[in-house]
Every structure is written in C-alpha cells, then in structure tokens.
C-alpha cells in the first residue's frame, strides 16, 4: 500500500457520506481512497480488510478472518458497469445475505445506491472486485473493491455486521 492519498473525488465523497469514512472499528462500514499502483487489487483488498479489522484481526486470529474470505463477483472487461445490479446478482449464498444491508437497509437508502452507482459504475474504473469476509461466527460482511485508472487509486467500501 502507498502512504500517498490521491485527490479524493466527489464521487468517493458521496460514498463515505452514506457508508463512513476510513476506520479500524472492525464493525459497520468504511470506504477508503488510496493509491496502490501496480499493486493487485485483490492484496490491497485484503489489506483495507485487515486495517479495517484492526486490533481484533490478532485477537481473533487471522485464521478466523480469512476463513470466510473470498472473492464472490468480478466485473469483467468491457462489462456494462451496473453495481446495484452486480451485488443484487451475487450467486454466493454467505455473501448475497449482505446485500440487502447494502442496499436497501441502509439510511438513506436512496442516496447510498447512488453514491454506489456514482463510485463504482464509473468509467474510470478498470477493475471490480467484491469480496465475502467475516469472523467465522458472528460477523459477516462484503467488500467492494475498484481500481480507478492508470494511476492506481483504488475505492473500497468495508461493510462487517453481525
């Protein structure tokens, strides 16, 4: 990961509006914006998943936070980027529970669809990822992760619940 931030766009301000800025909370949702070129989107993934995890990621041990984990949706090249569409499509059945919280559970549902649709169907993003994650137990979330551009930003919305 780079320790350099790019400018953030309005796009990823509207998300962390409706999902929470970046935090090691380990509960609830987060977006973070950075920069990771050259880095493969699903290591950075992993590795917004961790910090988002924070201290508990030791605690429970990284056995339990990885079981769970695994890539449910990659948008392919040259898809109709549809992101609304793309997780409510997620065949996944641990995953495909998360969505609704997503989506429509969420306050200001509305809004957050949109933020979602303005972050992650734009056509500066070269690559989509989603990603189940939890504990093992109680915990249980998704990660959508994109690569913006050449120059490397990425966006990730963390979202663990119990």
């Known amino acids: 990961m780079s320790d350099t931030t790019p400018e953030q766009p309005d796009s990823v301000t509207r998300l962390q509006a409706a999902y929470g800025g970046p935090s ?23 590795a917004r998943y961790r910090a988002f995890v924070g201290p508990l990621w030791e605690r429970y041990g990284e056995a339990a936070w990885m079981g769970p984990w695994r890539a449910v949706y ?8 549809a992101i609304e569409t793309e997780l409510r499509g997620i065949a996944d059945g641990d995953a495909r529970l998360s969505v609704p919280l997503i989506l429509d559970e969420i306050e200001g549902a509305e809004a957050a669809r949109a933020a979602l649709s303005a ?10 990822r989603v990603f ?11 990660l959508v992760a994109g690569r913006c551009g050449a120059g490397g930003a990425a966006v990730h919305l963390v979202f663990l619940m119990d």
């Open 74 to 81: 990659v948008r392919e090249p040259g898809a109709n980027p």
């Open 119 to 128: 972050a992650f169907d734009d056509p500066a993003v070269t690559e989509l």
């Open 24 to 46: 090691e909370s380990g509960f609830g949702s987060a977006v973070f914006y950075e920069t990771c070129p050259g880095e493969d989107l699903t290591r950075a993934a992993l």
């Open 132 to 142: 189940n994650l939890g504990d093992g137990a109680a915990l249980a979330g998704l």
